[in-house]
């Protein structure tokens, strides 16, 4: 007798990962999940915290173990999951971030405009379904959220989703940022679906307001963290400035997304070509241009290979103009370039952040007497109005000359 195929992964934040149907091995096989291990997972958040190299496949796995752990508790308190709806779910979180571009976040709607990494996602989706003869049908409709168990599109997408739960464990642990820890092994035993919904038992509710928090802190001490924003605002730069040069990039495939503009159908046309860009496309280039002919370009490209960062500040009202115009008119004489040039060199922009959005996909405490409540709205709630109201900062970033 023959024993189905299985495969353990070592994974250092979450132990032994077990991967156990065909299906799961074709997606991960496949040289359009593969590329994701050529994607930083926090892009260059690395220049300050020098541990945060994961990539976009790590994290992926980490998501699926813990939707497999998710799984197993919802089905043990009695909610009913078939086995095509367990490997359905399981499919669509480990394909959830397939859409990534290079480096992450940071170049989204850069080097494609108006379409984001959900919707990339999403195509590749029907694209590997069509090469599964179908076998995606339902984790396509478990994705878009079009099944009837909300639970099962809860658990990939929602406030409380085990994409969440992985990223801010996996984040923390590279970044050595305590902050980002939290009990994500209780949140799991305490998920309960009812009504067809993902919930969260009453015993349950101190240990989501924890991770409320984390993520709160984690954004702003790290994924927002001055240096960080300054160093990936310096790689959206130094695209632009290609892209107004028609500089040309080391592979042809960067090159056709860097020097041509497409419609959206043109983009989903071009889906396999997308699907070979990655972080290498983008650093090789970067080293090369490093040497270009264009003064911003190549000050840009030598900057951030040598970590000689944009400064930046942070605070709560928009920058004066005219302290924005006195740094770019130092800058366009020392460099001997235009105001145009400058631009390059000094810009102000806003971050924002919100901990909790009331009545986006609300987060229900599920109460012993049958009544559901939000957790902003339970007793005594540390999430409140005020921690449901969007923070945004604004910053300036300029050369340090």
């Not at 290079?102 to 069509?130: D, G, K, T, W, Y």
């Not at 994705?143 to 929602?158: A, D, E, I």
């Not at 004066?320 to 105001?339: F, P, R, T």
Request: hydrophobic fraction near 40%; include cysteine; proline fraction near 2%.
């Amino acid at each position: 007798m023959q024993l189905p195929k299985r495969k353990i992964i070592n994974d250092p934040v979450h132990g032994f990962i077990t991967v156990d149907h065909p299906l799961l091995f074709a997606i991960i096989s496949h040289p359009y999940y593969q590329r994701l291990r050529r994607i930083h997972q926090m892009a260059l958040a690395y220049l300050v915290y020098p541990g945060a190299v994961h990539t976009r496949l790590h994290h992926s796995l980490g998501a699926y173990h813990l939707v497999c752990l998710a799984v197993n508790d919802l089905k043990g308190k009695g909610t009913e999951i078939s086995s095509e709806e367990e490997v359905a779910v399981k499919a669509a979180i480990l394909l959830h971030d397939i859409g990534h571009g290079p480096f992450s976040h940071a170049l989204e709607h850069v080097l494609i405009q108006q379409i984001s990494h959900e919707e990339m996602s999403l195509q590749i989706m029907h694209e590997l379904n069509r090469e599964l003869y179908g076998e995606l049908d339902l984790t396509i409709k478990i994705f878009t959220g079009n099944y009837h168990k909300q639970f099962l599109h809860q658990l990939v997408s929602s406030q409380l989703d085990v994409d969440r739960l992985d990223y801010l464990t996996r984040d923390s642990f590279f970044t050595g940022v305590s902050e980002g820890v939290i009990p994500y092994d209780r949140i799991l035993k305490m998920l309960v679906g009812y009504d067809n919904q993902l919930m969260v038992e009453e015993k349950g509710i101190y240990s989501v307001e924890k991770f409320l928090v984390a993520r709160r802190q984690m954004y702003w001490q790290v994924y927002l963290h001055k240096t960080v924003l300054a160093a990936e605002k310096m790689l959206v730069k130094i695209i632009e400035r290609a892209r107004a040069i028609n500089a040309k990039a080391v592979t042809t495939t960067l090159d056709l997304f860097i020097n041509r503009s497409h419609s959206r159908d043109e983009v989903f046309n071009l889906l396999p070509r997308f699907c070979q860009l990655d972080d290498y496309d983008i650093v090789s280039s970067v080293k090369n241009w490093a040497d270009h002919d264009d003064k911003v370009l190549a000050y840009l490209c030598k900057s951030l290979l040598n970590r000689k960062l944009f400064k930046c500040n942070l605070q709560t009202e928009r920058f004066d103009e005219d302290e924005v115009q006195l740094i770019s008119a130092h800058i366009q004489k020392s460099m001997n370039i235009s105001a145009e040039e400058a631009g390059y060199l000094v810009f102000t922009g806003e971050a924002e952040n919100t901990t909790y959005k009331i009545g986006n996909e609300r987060i229900n405490i599920l109460y012993r007497d049958g009544s559901v409540k939000d957790i902003s709205h339970v007793d005594n709630p540390l999430i409140g109005q005020t921690l449901s109201m969007p923070v945004k900062k604004f910053y300036i970033c300029w050369i340090n000359l």
